[in-house]
């Protein structure tokens, strides 16, 4: 089975600056999709940005960015120009079998101002 | 379309009790899922539905979870008899059949809390 590891539980930043959240996974599949989710205090779970592996190009959507780097099986997202309402859960995800999504731990990213 | 609704938001039950969740999907989403997420965890899966069909079941849905989807269209979760270990967030998504391309979109969930 397909496996995600963010090895960061907790991290900080002040605002304006940039943080990255690191993500490892494994697959033996060549195609595939890997995706960030947000988790806000009030729970809701929100689509980040999303990378296609056979795409070089890593994916940008405004302020967040990724590292992809297939070879390495590293996710990485980095966020830029922090902002307060950042404040919350990350996950790194990762379809299983192109049923259901896997996801990682999470790591908490607290913006102080 | 108001995106994926969850009922009810939060639900405190005694040990040994029954409950029932519900999700609505976004409604041309053919795929809807659950899971469950405890304090300071990922989501972990249980079962997902394509149309009518419960397609897979994790092993953590345990013989006192059952999941429904009449007609391919809102979804039910129960728990009967529940346990103290049971108290967690119930979350629901819905896709397109194709996942990759697109994602999930999630409700807000319904939290457990079993005393």
């Known amino acids: 089975a397909q496996t995600v590891t963010q090895s960061q539980p907790e991290m900080s930043v002040q605002e304006a600056e940039t943080v990255t959240l690191s993500c490892t996974y494994d697959?033996?599949?060549?195609?595939?999709?890997l995706f960030w989710y947000k988790q806000p205090p009030s729970r809701q779970m929100i689509l980040v940005i999303r990378q296609e592996a056979y795409k070089q190009q890593n994916a940008t959507e405004n302020r967040f960015s990724v590292n992809f780097q297939k070879a390495a099986k590293s996710f990485s997202l980095k966020i830029s120009d922090s902002q307060l309402g950042d404040t919350a859960m990350y996950f790194c995800a990762f379809p299983n079998n192109n049923n259901d999504m896997r996801f990682g731990a999470g790591t908490r990213l607290t913006v102080k101002p | 379309d108001t995106g994926v609704s969850q009922d009810p938001r939060h639900k405190i039950t005694k040990r040994g009790q029954n409950v029932t969740f519900r999700c609505d999907p976004i409604?041309?989403?053919?795929?809807l899922y659950w899971y469950r997420q405890t304090l300071g965890q990922g989501p972990e899966f249980l079962t997902y539905?394509?149309?009518?069909?419960?397609?897979?079941k994790s092993r953590l849905l345990s013989d006192r979870f059952s999941a429904e989807r009449p007609k391919g269209s809102f979804s039910t979760l129960e728990i009967q008899r529940t346990e103290q270990g049971d108290s967690a967030m119930y979350l629901c998504?819905?896709?397109?059949?194709?996942?990759?391309?697109?994602?999930?979109?999630f409700g807000s969930g319904t939290r457990l809390t079993v005393v």
């Open positions: 409604s041309e989403h053919n795929r």
């Open positions: 539905f394509q149309n009518e069909a419960q397609l897979e």
């Open positions: 998504a819905s896709s397109l059949a194709f996942l990759p391309d697109y994602g999930y979109t």
């Open positions: 697959t033996s599949e060549n195609n595939y999709y």
